[in-house]
């Protein structure tokens, strides 16, 4: 195991640049989840760690090697793909062998990796087989136990559930997790699903166009976003956005240009007509008598929550409730922000005003 530090890495593919200076410090055996829209840099990111991209600029070094220059047999660290890229005339246990073999390892080294990773993974009974043989999910066990057998100091995973049913993506999540807390191997991880990323995650790195945002435990990206791009990616309904104006003319409110008001629990000093963007997160309304005036335009009820997408002036929100409500389309609702679960941000540069 070891830990991995990027220092201000850039790259660049002739005049366009992907990566703009990314600073990461990874702990010896923590579980880091890189996370972003598509076309961030973090599937890039990733394979310049592993040494299947060169970088253009800076320093990425695992354990106490600068491995810039390394080629990816040399770095010590094991890849697991979305595409599972196994060798489809190879039984399962060939496959996970495949690696040893090529560096020559004796076969008593290689069958008793193989059954410990085969154990660890459940694949004991399917050592026979063919990947043809396999369901996804055990194909991408196949895979993660080829990684497991090369018992590298870090694992690289590349988005590895993409190509699973929702149902299995669960399981394999689960699992991934799981194998980490036994080999507690350093594990970097890649996905764009923001869910993974707070579920297996001790620490979530959230990319945006080649430069990360914001990093920190899941719940402090959840309860404190930096600013209005992580406020909005994370979280599942997303967080509800109001643009509007801060007014501290008496008791502190926010004021929508459609005069729908909220009162804010303080403000930053100076911030009397700012223009900022209120954000409260879906399971953070109440229905509530001195709430403001909302329209029902959707419900969805998904059996442990009810969804409401409703109309409040010219905006659209949604809030999430546990309990049943008989809502329908076109019911008005009274609906209450908790003041002191509310976030505020400034609406030209996006930063978090609220402390």
Do not use: W
């Not at 253009?56 to 491995?67: K, P």
């Not at 699903?193 to 080649?210: L, R, S």
């Not at 926010?254 to 100076?270: I, M, R, W």
Request: aromatic content about 6%; glycine content about 8%.
């Amino acid at each position: 195991m070891a830990s991995v530090a990027i220092r201000d890495v850039r790259k660049a593919f002739g005049s366009t640049h992907v990566i703009h200076g990314v600073d990461i410090s990874i702990r010896d055996g923590e579980f880091v989840v890189l996370v972003g829209p598509s076309g961030c840099g973090k599937s890039t990111l990733l394979r310049m760690i592993a040494g299947l991209e060169n970088i253009t600029a800076g320093e990425i070094r695992i354990g106490e090697r600068v491995v810039n220059n390394l080629p990816p047999k040399e770095r010590d660290v094991a890849m697991v793909f979305q595409n599972y890229a196994l060798y489809p005339h190879m039984t399962v246990a060939a496959n996970m062998a495949f690696s040893m073999k090529l560096r020559g390892a004796p076969q008593s080294e290689i069958d008793e990796r193989v059954n410990r990773a085969a154990v660890i993974l459940g694949l004991t009974q399917l050592l026979e087989r063919f990947p043809r043989q396999l369901s996804g999910g055990q194909r991408q066990r196949v895979a993660m136990g080829r990684a497991i057998v090369r018992d590298p100091q870090v694992f690289l995973f590349d988005e590895p559930l993409s190509n699973l049913d929702a149902k299995l993506r669960v399981q394999m999540r689960t699992e991934i997790k799981e194998l980490h807390q036994r080999l507690k191997t350093t594990t970097i991880y890649v996905t764009h699903d923001q869910i993974e990323a707070m579920t297996m995650a001790d620490k979530i790195v959230v990319m945006h166009d080649g430069r990360v945002e914001q990093i920190g435990a899941p719940l402090d990206l959840y309860d404190r976003p930096d600013n209005l791009f992580v406020a909005g990616f994370i979280g599942s309904p997303a967080m509800n956005m109001v643009k509007g104006r801060i007014n501290l003319n008496g008791a502190a409110v926010f004021e929508a240009p459609t005069g729908v008001k909220f009162s804010l629990n303080g403000a930053p000093a100076g911030s009397d007509g700012r223009p900022a963007v209120y954000g409260v997160r879906p399971e953070h309304f109440s229905l509530s008598d001195d709430g403001v005036d909302a329209v029902v335009q959707v419900v969805e009820p998904t059996g442990s929550e009810l969804q409401v997408v409703a109309k409040l002036g010219n905006d659209e929100i949604i809030a999430v409730f546990r309990e049943r409500h008989q809502f329908k389309p076109g019911d008005k609702i009274r609906l209450k922000p908790d003041p002191r679960l509310i976030h505020l941000f400034d609406e030209t540069t996006g930063k978090r005003l609220t402390n």
